[in-house]
């Protein structure tokens, strides 16, 4: 397609046509590392695992049988989950973080004065 576009545009719109098109494929590879980030990190009794995904999002909650029972108040439970939580969310941060770092950005020419 670039080799048609030689014939009517200027040199210039075609590399800056397909520098954006890089760009987008770039972005697109990043995205998809992102959303293929899941962080399960147990909680202090290993009884409760979330699952959160690239953006943070509670995805899958995990409670091992008898779990509920084992607690005396409702209030340790939850800090059991939001523990489970909170360590899970972090990690799917660094994730993230890592595979925005990891990505190679491609050189976009400065358009000419």
């Known amino acids: 397609m670039a080799e048609n576009w030689g014939r009517y545009m200027h040199p ?3 590399s800056a046509l397909e520098s954006g098109r890089n760009l987008v494929h770039v972005i697109y590879d990043m995205l998809e590392r992102i959303d293929g980030v899941r ?3 147990p909680s202090p009794s290993s009884r409760v695992i979330p699952e959160i995904d690239g953006m943070g999002r509670l995805t899958n909650l995990y409670i091992a049988p008898g779990t509920i029972e084992s607690f005396v ?3 340790e439970l ?3 989950i939001m523990a489970a939580i909170r360590d899970s969310t972090a990690d799917a941060l660094r994730q993230h973080e890592i595979a925005v ?3 190679v950005w491609p050189d976009v020419p ?4």
């Open 110 to 113: 400065s358009p000419r004065p």
């Open 78 to 80: 939850v800090d059991e």
């Open 39 to 41: 962080a399960r990190r």
């Open 73 to 75: 108040s409702g209030q």
């Open 12 to 14: 210039d719109t075609v």
């Open 101 to 103: 770092q990891e990505t």
